[in-house]
Structures are given as structure tokens and as C-alpha cells.
């Protein structure tokens, strides 16, 4: 099944989230492992863009991190919108409405739950 290119950018955007969080709590991945109960090799395939985390793996990394799992959402809507807006950029143009409703209004559930809260926004 071939993904849209809003879930390949909410998927960076998560694995570009692990990798940050850990990095600014100075946690390696083994020292995360052995906070959270998630093994090393599950944190590395998920900073590798391999396997994405259910909600309970997040919850157990934001204990891990001694954040709250509305932080790391607020942090990945931060990242993915980030990644949206440089898409453009990159490309010397400002997106179609089309574009930004259908970033905004897609089905993907991690990506509605992104609307809902906050909504797609330029930063």
C-alpha cells in the first residue's frame, strides 16, 4: 500500500522526535531502554523509520523522558509542520489551498489527531 506524502512526513516526524527528545535529555539509547522497558533494538528501528510506536510505547518513552504525551504531541506537530512548510520551500512556493486542506483534512488517524488539536499551521 502506497502511503500518502503527509503520512510519509508525519512518520519522519516521529522518528525525527524520538531522536531529539533523547538527545536533549542526554539519554543513549540503551539508557532509554533500560528507563522505559523498551528494548534498545526496538528504539533504534524506531529512530531508523522501521517501526513506529504505539501509544503505549509513547507513554512509557514520556516517563522514560519526564514529559507528558501532550509535550510530545505538541513537539510533533511542531516537527511535521516544520517538514510540511520546507517542502515548499525547497520548491520556491507557497502551497495550493488544495494542498494545505489535504494535509489538513486526510484520514490517517495520527494525522486528524493532529488537526484536532492543533490544527496545520504555518510556523
Not at 519522519?12 to 522526535?17: D, G, K, N, P
Not at 507557497?94 to 494542498?99: A, G, H, L, M
Request: proline share 3%; hydrophobic share 35%; aromatic share 6%.
Amino acid at each position: 500500500m502506497a502511503m500518502n506524502y503527509e503520512t510519509v512526513l508525519l512518520h519522519e516526524a516521529i522518528r525525527l522526535l524520538l531522536i531529539s527528545i533523547r538527545q536533549q535529555r542526554s539519554h543513549t539509547q540503551q539508557s532509554l531502554s533500560l528507563e522505559s522497558g523498551i528494548s534498545r533494538q526496538f528504539i533504534s528501528q524506531m529512530e531508523c523509520g522501521k517501526r513506529l510506536p504505539s501509544l503505549d510505547t509513547l507513554s512509557q518513552l514520556a516517563l522514560a523522558l519526564r514529559t507528558s504525551i501532550s509535550s510530545l504531541m505538541a513537539e510533533l506537530d511542531r516537527i511535521y509542520q516544520h517538514l510540511f512548510w520546507q517542502r515548499y520551500a525547497r520548491q520556491g512556493k507557497i502551497p495550493s489551498e488544495t494542498d494545505i486542506s489535504k494535509a489538513a483534512e486526510t484520514t490517517d488517524p495520527c494525522l486528524e489527531y493532529l488537526r484536532k488539536a492543533r490544527g496545520l499551521h504555518r510556523p
